[in-house]
């Protein structure tokens, strides 16, 4: 799997800014993790496994017992992939009002954030990755909280 | 263990849902443990319409007593998560008796995986119209900085080779009493009127097969016959200078500002390349831009002062008046003054 040959880099060469698409000029892009761990072929075995975890969730599960099946995948895939730098993002008033109508606990977020890291790291995610990741999530906390 | 025991054992243990119906109810005589487990609480003897609603069973009867097969799919939610089956019955025969054959297999994950596809397609769609508008944006910018032969070279090998340029004609232009207007009106006002005038210099020479080089300042530089040669460039160039100082007169009478330009041109070879390499122009030097930047500072106000190699290559066909002589950098030489109103030829 792709993802595995990212632990074996010391850690400073999987942090250190890459310099691409130099042909026009001096462009200097940092690369995603989302690029890092393989793009859509790999993040997508996230999004499925955590799509799973999630639903079989005694907690966060019923959040979707009303919503379609493509609407959850949706969801989850341009949330992974929006935590992660790949082609997705929301704003914060995005965030807010897709989880307005959903009476979210601070419990609710942190059983995520949980399953969130366990996700990552179980998929060959770096450690200090997977706090970036979570962070972010949890840097989204007071938009998703309500309840 | 018997054969049949054996193919029972396995019938059950399969992960492919598999049921024994009766032909003439639909009713289920048999059903293993994968499909007890998917669709739960079912009985023998129950009706098939009983446990999948939405299924036509009227469909499946009939394509089951005519071909005797029949393919369908059918979704449903197990807890929460929504299940989706493809089925195929197959009209067989049980001791004499007619039955059909039915194999249930788990699509979820197929169908799960096509809706983040599906997902990703949309977000990777929306991404790539968006980086080809940027890229047009970048475009634009590069073309409005260097001529579109430049650009392109510059866009497939990385780098602009600095080339020659044997005869083009330089027409450089600043204003008269520039500093006073910028020291005298609100800076939005000066950049505005500049973007008007600019534009409008910069059709005017599209006209005449122009190449507008830089702007800095009050200082506008354009040359004819670069990157493409052109036989009539110094011509194109008068023709150019005149209606810049034609537009201008028209201009001020509208506007509260007045411009007055001074224009010098002249001839001769250059030498064209993008220079920098974080800040990069594409730049045109030589003996030429420094002769029409020193000529400038030999016109009147509205006036275009040229060389004599330019008057001469002009001939007969522009107005052009002996104004002394002037010292460009080797001495005095004799300059021209070109009239803009007066035509007369058909070059201007």
Request: proline letters at 3%.
């Amino acid at each position: 799997m792709t993802v595995a040959r990212h632990r074996d880099l010391p850690v400073q060469s999987r942090l250190r800014i890459v310099a691409i698409g130099a042909r026009w000029g001096d462009f200097i892009l940092e690369k995603t993790l989302y690029e890092q761990y393989g793009g859509f072929s790999a993040v997508s075995r996230i999004v499925m496994d955590l799509y799973d975890r999630l639903l079989d969730d005694d907690d966060i599960g019923p959040f979707f017992d009303d919503v379609a099946m493509p609407r959850v995948i949706d969801h989850q895939t341009k949330f992974v992939s929006s935590l992660m730098g790949g082609p997705a993002s929301y704003t914060d008033d995005q965030i807010r009002k897709m989880h307005d109508h959903l009476p979210i606990t601070g419990d609710h977020f942190a059983k995520l954030a949980v399953i969130l890291r366990e996700t990552l790291t179980d998929h060959g995610v770096a450690e200090e990755h997977a706090d970036a990741v979570v962070g972010e999530f949890a840097a989204r906390r007071d938009l998703v909280v309500n309840g | 263990m018997s054969i049949e025991a054996i193919n029972e054992q396995l019938l059950r243990a399969i992960g492919v849902g598999v049921a024994l119906l009766d032909l003439g109810e639909l009713r289920f005589r048999f059903f293993n443990d994968t499909f007890k487990e998917w669709f739960g609480d079912i009985a023998v003897g129950q009706q098939i319409a009983e446990l999948f609603p939405t299924l036509d069973t009227d469909a499946m009867r009939t394509a089951l007593d005519g071909e005797g097969r029949y393919s369908t799919e059918n979704s449903f939610r197990l807890k929460r998560r929504t299940m989706s089956v493809a089925m195929t019955a197959n009209r067989a025969l049980d001791n004499g008796q007619e039955i059909a054959v039915l194999v249930c297999q788990n699509v979820s994950r197929i169908k799960e995986l096509e809706s983040m596809i599906d997902s990703y397609s949309m977000m990777v769609e929306r991404n790539t119209r968006e980086i080809k508008r940027e890229k047009e944006q970048v475009e634009k910018l590069l073309l409005n900085m260097m001529p579109r032969s430049v650009y392109e070279e510059y866009k497939t090998f990385g780098v602009v080779t600095p080339r020659h340029y044997g005869e083009v004609a330089v027409l450089a232009l600043d204003f008269a009493g520039f500093a006073e207007i910028v020291g005298g009106q609100d800076p939005g006002v000066v950049v505005s009127e500049l973007n008007d005038i600019y534009t409008a210099f910069d059709r005017i020479g599209d006209q005449f097969g122009c190449e507008r080089i830089k702007t800095v300042g009050d200082t506008y530089i354009t040359v004819a016959g670069m990157p493409d040669p052109a036989e009539n460039a110094v011509a194109a160039i008068a023709s150019t200078a005149m209606r810049f100082v034609r537009y201008l007169e028209q201009r001020n009478r509208s506007h509260p500002l007045d411009w007055k330009c001074r224009i010098g041109v002249s001839s001769g070879s250059v030498i064209g390349s993008v220079v920098g390499v974080q800040k990069y122009i594409y730049d045109v030097f030589g003996p030429a831009v420094i002769d029409a930047s020193r000529l400038r500072q030999h016109a009147a106000p509205m006036g275009i002062a040229c060389d004599a190699h330019v008057a001469e290559a002009l001939g007969d066909k522009f107005a052009l008046t002996a104004n002394g002589e002037a010292d460009l950098g080797d001495g005095p030489v004799p300059i021209f003054a070109l009239s803009a109103t007066m035509d007369a030829g058909s070059g201007a």
